[in-house]
């Protein structure tokens, strides 16, 4: 039986386990480097924990979702992982120790920006789901809203959400709110989009809950959605790279036919 090694995070230590598929060990390995490099950097984490900005605003809109004490936590390592592993990851104690030299002057800069980040985020978050209370609002895209939302912030989204994705927040929630400005102008746009958006976005999760294609297409989908939302109900908004129906529906058909194959 074949099985695939990661060091797996507990918070206060860390451990070497095996996992079924490489794809697991992937998910888990990172999270256990990151928690070896707090461990060498404990005071600069330290002095962190009590010195985030914004922290006291972002915690009370993230109260629903978690304590302050996780909020903070994910920040950090959300950080840490942002400024020490966003290149391959070492695989030796002085591939460790490199990596840990030569980014450690910019740690507390990138977990602050990383704070910033957040507090834009969730202030965002929360501008959109109170304009989805305005009762103008047609339920069809309300809904779509709402779940797409719960889909960008929900209880440990900072730490879970990819770096260079996260940064991407704020972006697809001014989206919203420009695509609900449209749709309370003229909604004949926003209604022919949606149909093929959520059939798209459905399509995805189930993929997602079937476990179809290897992590990194799944993730590749799942943002390429997010653009094409943009493209949809939202230009002349930029979006990261080239979305549209027929690159999205070409990528599930490759996931598709690489998994029966």
Excluded at 136 to 150: K, M, S, T, V, Y
Excluded at 211 to 239: C, H, N, V
Aim: proline share 5%.
């Amino acid at each position: 039986v074949t099985a695939y090694p990661a060091l797996v995070d507990y918070q206060d230590s860390v451990a070497i386990e095996l996992f079924e598929t490489a794809d697991d060990a992937r998910f888990y390995h990172p999270g256990g480097i990151a928690r070896l490099i707090a461990f060498e950097l404990r005071d600069t984490v330290k002095y962190l924990r009590r010195n985030l900005p914004d922290i006291e605003q972002s915690a009370l809109m993230y109260s629903a979702l978690g304590s302050r004490q996780e909020l903070i936590e994910d920040i950090i390592m959300a950080g840490l992982d942002a400024c020490f592993l966003a290149g391959e990851l070492p695989q030796r104690k002085s591939e460790f120790d490199g990596v840990v030299a030569k980014n450690k002057p910019e740690f507390i800069s990138k977990v602050n920006q990383t704070a910033e980040l957040v507090y834009k985020i969730l202030g965002l978050y929360r501008e959109v789901r109170g304009r989805l209370q305005k009762p103008n609002i047609a339920p069809a895209h309300r809904e779509d809203c709402l779940e797409q939302g719960d889909y960008l912030v929900y209880a440990g989204f900072v730490r879970d959400i990819p770096y260079h994705y996260l940064v991407r927040l704020p972006v697809y929630f001014q989206a919203m709110l420009k695509r609900l400005d449209k749709t309370e102008q003229d909604p004949k746009q926003a209604d022919r989009a949606l149909p093929v958006i959520r059939e798209l976005w459905q399509r995805y999760l189930q993929l997602e809950q079937d476990a179809e294609g290897d992590a990194e297409q799944l993730q590749s989908l799942r943002w390429m959605i997010e653009d094409f939302r943009i493209s949809a109900f939202a230009q002349p908004m930029k979006t990261r790279g080239p979305a549209s129906e027929n690159r999205i529906r070409k990528l599930i058909d490759t996931i598709l036919s690489a998994d029966d194959a």
